[in-house]
């Protein structure tokens, strides 16, 4: 077997019922998921999903059996052979539907009962509010306090007085510093560290004194963080990641953020720091957001952006500078044209020169 | 209490005489720091500084009672009562007084007693130059010398002959190679690496071969590296970063290179090999350094831009490729009339047409 | 002595022969491997190389005695001189040359016996195909399976069912989730995390649904990973590093990816998910890809590009966009005189509109 997907055997009408949707075409047991351009053995026995702004060409020339879709496909007589005997569940949103099917499958991993490993180093006064998983090497200091159900990875720091909600999932080797704060159902992935010290110095003469930084950080519930991805604690008050956002690896939150809800910004990607970034913002991977600057809810930055401005409206931004992707699209194109309208200012010029004499 | 600091009873006169400062108004008890916008409780309490190149409307506006201040505050008459009752302490730079102050009440971590845990892993040969604190589950292999009054967090790796001065601060998981060498007073961030192989491989008909790092790594007096950030070894020799100088989080500082003094570089920036970055240099975030370049003292880069080119010259430079900020603001003013400018050559030519007919 | 390289005493010849080279000049005692640009003692008693790209002034004003050269230099009259009493070491290749003699002298490390830490958590079940290293306080879980001659650095944690080749070398820190494979003489350094959930998410009415990630990662012989690089595990199938390849400090790639053969990638990149990168391909340091884009075989990105699109053809890009790299240095001159183009639009406007009055 390729990938790390558990094997399972479910019929296809057991899924498509626990998804709420209607399965037409023949029933199938169903072995696992797989994507929609999945090419080997699989097509025959696995689940995948197509989405409705996608090509039909993409569904037509799939060998996927089993597939959730939003609409019965409908394509031309000719075509439609290429779906004979295909098995399809309409749900309202086939990419959640196959979410909720995958997570049926293979739930995050919880605590069922109370157990700490006996190589943990767990200071006296640690209180677990019931069943959490403590993997081996694993540092908890004093003060600490862990939510029912939540998973402390192998080699994971608890700095003092870090209080963590229910169901929390620390993979092996994050860090999080003194007095942190996280929700219920955070996950945090291998390295990530919270609370360490903000970029923050005050200049005598030249050189850098560092300005103690003595406040917090506070991750909300439902945030994922992505491997070796930093939130740096504020330098008074508190950075704080909002509920139900989303961080991918090696991403920079630097002190004082304020990070909305169900934000998602991905991967290599840097929030310089105070800058308060909307709910529902979208960045791709790879953005800079300079410092003290403000998102409003629903913005977009297309990858590779940076933003060194305040933006005032919500919308797509791209480039370097960020400006609206409309007007970005086109200075792309039209940079192409320089050496051409260099040349043709030129012939201009001698051209009048000419009328002029 | 939001953050982490402590609470404390200090009186306003004490704090002023510490960072020999003139108080002028009221003498109060503070309990805390303070930004200078702080909209709760704390703004009776706690002790903000205000800069004075900041709008005074920030000052008026503010209801934090203790500011430090570089000149008292004269605004015209009707504006004069915004600031009646409350407590100035004049001194010559705000930002370095709260420094200061800050570090008096939160004093860098230090050992004061010689404490191994022991859960680490310490080979028998290691020299520690008095008292040193080593945390839970560190390692530090054998010829590795420690000086007096640093502490080594839980789960930090010395390899072999590692020389750390005195009143280091390792935070957890940080990963030192052997041989490398750290000066006094040297803070590393949770996941810090120094001294991991750098970047070199010979081509051999196409496929790599690698060249064995050999050097070191050599971070002088007063550096502090942020979380998750690499410093790789040299080649042959040593890569150097000079005392005083900050590094943030997720940068990289490849084989080779020589960082100078008291260099501030912000977060998810990268130097790429054998670079040379003067004294006073400051880098934004996410700047990228080419290869083999030299960037004279007290040279600034702004933030999201990439240095491709030697710069010859000391200045502020910005955008990728850098140049001089002046110029690129200019490029982004013009490249936004890009469009407009391809329809006024096309104009032009059909009118010049028109004249010649 | 500065850097970590161990002296060692071995005649000029007998390395000579080692690489199977011709020595023109005297035999000498080697003490150890130099930079062309060294300046001190080592001078004299370390060995160089020098790439006939290069200009001959390098040479000349070299102070390096012992020095491996594609073909003898032959300067001018006068400056040979400066060339008197030197010893040359004639090969093919003098820089992979350089790379066998080091790897000649500093070995890369490699489990001699079988040692396994006591302090290390290692599951009952776990397999050693022969000697294997497994250094303090390192966790290796259920299903494991190790090939000889690998070294296990301190504190790596190695998730279940995880398969490694023969002569694997890990570095500290490192962290390998589940079902991961790895081939033989993979080198992972300092904090590299393979197998972290890629960023997958299903929206549900604005609020992202995680799509669980159950593909794996697999890193094929002789690949190289940087310090705090990531390798994310597939939704559904596999991310792959193919055999090979180098990825330096501080990069990653994201799920779903397949990066081609004797790739090499400079530090601080990001190759977003799904992409394909062909082999040979070599991207510059802080580069980006999109996702779901396909670089050719042989494809060069230059360092601080972003790639939008998907490159039809081989060639060198750069810029942001990429773009050939012809038409983006010529942006990137014309785009300096966009403040005069300007300026000439405007004056020929007022000509013209003079001529026509």
């Known amino acids: 077997m390729e990938g790390s997907a558990k094997l399972m055997k479910r019929l296809l009408s057991e899924l498509a019922a626990a998804v709420d949707g209607d399965l037409v075409g023949p029933d199938r047991e169903i072995e696992g998921f797989c994507s929609i351009r999945e090419e080997r053995d699989r097509a025959a026995t696995h689940l995948s999903f197509w989405l ?14 089993s597939v959730l879709v939003a609409k019965l496909p409908d394509p031309p007589g000719p075509e439609r052979d290429a ?33 700490v490993h006996p190589s943990a180093q767990v200071a006296e006064d640690v209180i677990f509010d019931g069943a959490v998983q403590v993997g081996p090497l694993a540092v908890i200091e004093s003060g600490v306090r862990i939510g029912a159900g939540s998973v402390i990875g192998a080699r994971v720091f608890l700095g003092q007085n870090s209080q963590l909600g229910a169901d929390v ?3 092996p080797g994050c860090v999080i510093y003194e007095d942190s704060v996280l929700g219920d159902r955070v996950i ?44 740096d604690r504020a330098a008074l008050s508190e950075t704080r990641v909002r509920q139900g956002t989303k961080i991918d690896d090696l991403c920079l939150v630097a002190h004082n953020c304020d990070i909305g809800e169900h934000v998602a910004m991905a991967g290599c990607s840097g929030i310089a720091g105070s800058t308060r970034i909307g709910s529902y913002c979208r960045l791709g991977g790879q953005v800079s957001v300079g410092d003290h600057l403000e998102l409003p809810a629903g913005t977009v930055v297309a990858g590779g952006s940076g933003v060194l401005h305040r933006i005032e409206e919500a919308g797509i931004y791209s480039g370097m500078p960020a400006l609206p992707q409309r007007l970005r699209n086109r200075i792309y194109i039209e940079e192409q044209r320089l ?10 010029e001698q051209r009048i020169a000419e009328l002029e004499s």
Chains 1, 2, 3 share one sequence.
């Open 83 to 115: 779906l004979a005997g295909r098995s399809f569940v309409v749900v309202a949103n086939p990419e959640f539907a196959f979410a909720q099917l995958l997570n049926l499958v293979h739930p995050q991993a919880r605590a069922q009962e109370h157990d």
């Open 169 to 171: 999932l620390l993979h």
């Open 188 to 231: 945090l992935h291998s390295g990530v560290v919270l609370g360490a010290d903000g970029f923050g110095y005050a200049a005598d003469r030249g050189r850098w004194v560092k300005i103690p930084q003595v406040g917090r950080v506070v991750i909300e519930d439902d945030v994922e963080i992505g491997a070796r991805s930093c939130v």
């Open 52 to 65: 409705p702004q996608r090509p039909i060409a993409e569904l037509l020339g799939s060998q996927v059996q």
């Open 339 to 348: 050496p051409d309208y260099g040349r043709r200012l030129h012939r201009l």
